[in-house]
């Protein structure tokens, strides 16, 4: 791969780890020899510039026994490659983006092995090969009405007769929100969301599997705009959102048995709401929040982008609150976040907040120096409880990043194999980008000897307890 034009030698110096990138690179070209690297200004979504590499080519698809070459481009962030590539089809004037489970509607592509990004596991060369192989499956790019005298043989003329998946809300389609679950906690998050102001309708559904109930009738009797209340999972049909606040607690005594009680809720209605909102993220609030979200994630068959739980984002936005307001720290540039799950294993980070909420920020632990600080902070979290009013509010904030495709980042519950060499398929709070597609993970770092085993202990304790369980 060509690094000799002096554009690209400028950009590539203010790279955080150019050789590895460079290395990268070269394994690229050998698999993929027609691919190019060059130097372009990216702007991102709140129209931010920075001057960065990106790869432009083509790769190989074959479709009904054909082989067709599609256009992509992927922008490599300055800490690439242990920030993943922001994937996008390169469509030409005459092609047209079908918007699919791997495709939104701006032409970014998202695939599981960029939410589970993780290098050196991960490399440029096995996400092109994920990528084709999932256009192999679903063709992304169809063409505007051909002229006489196209080609028959062309992909995109091929596929242009193939029907759009329904489900799921365009840009400029109503965005649509359901809350699942009429308790203190439904009825606070359709509060707090309406009043974020940034959904056109709200289905407040209140299934009878669940044990928490009480303020549908109110809402009914207090109607509010764009607010309706309904007894019957299809009316969450096409929603953008589908929160999960329902919680179907047993008398018995026993830990397992409370959870298996909600897992069995679950099996209920979890894949009922993905079919009829198979384009939805689906944002988990019933406790416990980490393991519920890995059980809805597996009921579902939704991609791992799609489905979220609430999480640490509170505690981390209490605890940045904290730092920021009530120490009077110096931390210009940090972001405070909670990972891990929600019990006395969690663990605390910074983040630097570069310029541009959508570029992937580099994570580092608490040092020495900062522990003090960090400490303080922790110690005057302990004691806030989680309110049904303020988690609502949280639910309100993860909400509105998805539905106006804010790019902000959040501390949610995800799927965390690979991140910071962890191997197994559990769901722990990460700081995510949230985006109208869902959730992209921000890449691991190494922990400290404490907080590594907190981790691990984390991991241990949710695989012995799925061993448990009747999913």
């Known amino acids: 791969m060509d690094f000799s034009s002096e554009s690209v030698k400028k950009v590539l110096s203010k790279y955080k780890f150019r050789d590895v990138a460079i290395e990268e690179l070269n394994k690229v070209s050998r698999v993929h020899p027609d691919m190019k690297v060059i130097s372009a200004t990216y702007t991102s979504s709140d129209s931010l510039q920075k001057e960065l590499l990106k790869l432009v080519g083509n790769i190989p698809v074959c479709y009904h026994g054909r082989s067709y070459n599609l256009p992509i481009l ?88 193939l029907s759009l998946q329904e489900g799921g809300n365009r840009p400029d389609q109503e965005v649509k929100v359901s809350v699942i679950g009429g308790g203190d906690l439904g009825i606070a998050a359709v509060l707090s969301i309406m009043a974020k102001g940034c959904v056109d309708k709200l289905v407040l559904i209140d299934v009878p599997e669940s044990s928490t109930k009480g303020g549908t009738m109110d809402l009914e009797i ?99 609150h904290i730092i920021n307001i009530s120490l ?88 965390a194999e690979g991140w910071g060499g962890i191997g197994s398929k559990v769901f722990l709070s990460l700081p995510c980008i949230l985006g109208e597609n869902g959730s992209t993970r921000l890449p691991g770092v190494a922990l400290g000897p404490e907080d590594e085993m907190k981790l691990r202990e984390s991991v241990a304790c949710q695989v012995n307890l799925f061993m448990q369980l009747r999913l």
């Not at 209605?269 to 019933?286: E, G, H, N």
């Open 74 to 161: 992927l922008w490599l962030l300055d800490s690439f490659p242990l920030a993943p590539p922001i994937c996008f089809l390169r469509p030409t004037s005459s092609m047209v983006i079908r918007e699919g489970k791997h495709v939104d509607s701006k032409g970014r592509i998202h695939l599981p092995g960029l939410h589970n990004w993780d290098h050196p596991k991960s490399s440029v060369n096995g996400l092109l090969a994920e990528m084709i192989a999932k256009f192999e499956e679903e063709p992304p790019l169809s063409t505007k009405p051909a002229a006489q005298g196209d080609s028959p043989n062309d992909l995109l003329a091929y596929v242009s007769n």
């Open 328 to 415: 009077v720290a110096n931390t210009t540039g940090k972001q405070a976040w909670v990972i891990g799950e929600l019990s006395e294993n969690k663990v605390a980070l910074w983040g630097n907040m570069g310029p541009g909420t959508d570029h992937l920020q580099a994570l580092t632990p608490v040092s020495n120096s900062t522990k003090p600080l960090m400490d303080r902070a922790l110690e005057m979290l302990k004691g806030r409880g989680q309110r049904s009013w303020s988690v609502g509010l949280s639910i309100a904030d993860i909400i509105h990043s998805i539905a106006t495709d804010k790019k902000k980042i959040h501390s949610v519950t995800t799927l």
């Open 222 to 320: 207090f109607s509010l705009p764009k607010v309706e209340v309904s007894k019957d999972l299809s009316s969450s049909a096409g929603s953008k959102v589908v929160v999960i606040t329902a919680n179907a607690w047993s008398d018995e005594q026993s830990y397992l048995s409370v959870v298996q009680t909600n897992v069995d809720m679950y099996r209920s209605i979890i894949p009922r709401l993905a079919q009829l909102s198979p384009k939805a993220v689906l944002l988990i609030a019933s406790q416990p929040v980490d393991i519920m979200t890995h059980v809805a994630w597996r009921q579902s068959h939704l991609l791992p982008t799609q489905v979220i739980g609430v999480g640490c984002n509170l505690d981390s936005e209490r605890l940045s």
